[in-house]
């Protein structure tokens, strides 16, 4: 008998534990225990390349998982998995190459694995889809969009260079997301319970691992109320997602877009 996974809890809501790590990394759970700089200094730059290379390795990891746990999903669905686990590999692999470019190394800061934790406590694989690749990867275009030109205006050509491939790799894991939940839900509408199910999940995290009042990083950043990334409309839509929902993040992001003009 397999045996059950290995939960943990944090801050009262029970997530996935987390997947092995090398000795050399510090694994944390909350915000307030990460290295984190608003500016564009050399220790930021290494600790954005540090964490974004860790949250690569856990997407390719959750979706390694997917193949393991959902055996009879179509075959199609499971070779687009599967392209997506070499994707986020290349990507962890990049990221990392860029790092110990700029003098970095594993290990420099504090890494923390949350959408493991979130996404593997879902037991079918729509909700999974929807809160992994429709949600979070989804989140990555808008923050990719934004970070890009954040690097290039640092006078730092090839690490943007490096975040639009990656980006566009992060479309196409949205878009088969997009259209298999879709397909799923048409073939049987029961699928729509499961992909609300696990969005409330996610809300509910969320709000149990926001920032306390007056809690600060562990450099001493302020966690206040973060502005969230500007839209990426055109990528999103290039993602499948329709006018209405793009409309509607929008909305949640007080109208905050990257107008394909300021991208290109």
Request: negative net charge; charged residues 30%; glycine residues 6%.
């Given at each position: 008998m397999t045996a059950a996974p290995q939960t943990k809890t944090v801050r009262g809501v029970t997530l996935r534990g987390d997947p092995a790590r090398e000795a050399c990394f510090t694994v944390v759970q909350t915000d307030a225990e990460m290295a984190e700089w608003p500016d564009?200094?050399?220790?930021?730059?290494?600790?954005?390349?540090?964490?974004?290379?860790?949250?690569?390795?856990g997407a390719m990891e959750i979706a390694a998982q997917c193949l393991v746990d959902f055996p009879d999903t179509p075959w199609e669905l499971r070779m687009q998995i599967a392209r997506q686990v070499a994707d986020e590999a290349r990507h962890a692999m990049?990221?990392?190459?860029?790092?110990?470019?700029?003098?970095?190394?594993?290990?420099?800061?504090?890494?923390?694995?949350?959408?493991?934790?979130?996404?593997l406590m879902l037991d079918n694989l729509p909700g999974r889809l929807a809160v992994e690749n429709r949600t979070f990867e989804a989140g990555l275009i808008d923050i990719l969009g934004s970070m890009r030109r954040t690097w290039r205006e640092a006078g730092d050509a090839d690490t943007a260079d490096m975040l639009d491939g990656i980006l566009a790799d992060e479309i196409t894991h949205v878009r088969f997301a997009n259209r298999w939940i879709?397909?799923?839900?048409?073939?049987?509408?029961?699928?729509?319970?499961?992909?609300?199910?696990?969005?409330?999940y996610l809300a509910r995290v969320n709000r149990a691992l926001l920032p306390r009042s007056?809690?600060?990083?562990?450099?001493?950043?302020?966690?206040?109320?973060?502005?969230?990334?500007?839209?990426?409309?055109?990528?999103?839509?290039?993602?499948?997602?329709?006018?209405?929902?793009?409309?509607?993040?929008?909305?949640q992001a007080g109208f905050r877009s990257i107008l394909p003009d300021e991208v290109k």
């Open positions: 564009m200094s050399d220790a930021s730059r290494r600790e954005r390349l540090h964490r974004h290379m860790n949250n690569e390795t990049v990221l990392l190459r860029r790092l110990l470019e700029l003098g970095g190394h594993k290990g420099e800061f504090p890494v923390a694995n949350y959408e493991w934790g979130v996404t879709k397909r799923l839900t048409e073939e049987d509408p029961r699928v729509l319970l499961k992909v609300a199910l696990a969005i409330r007056g809690e600060a990083n562990a450099v001493g950043v302020a966690l206040g109320a973060r502005q969230a990334p500007a839209v990426n409309v055109e990528d999103r839509l290039e993602a499948e997602f329709t006018q209405d929902e793009v409309l509607e993040v929008l909305r």
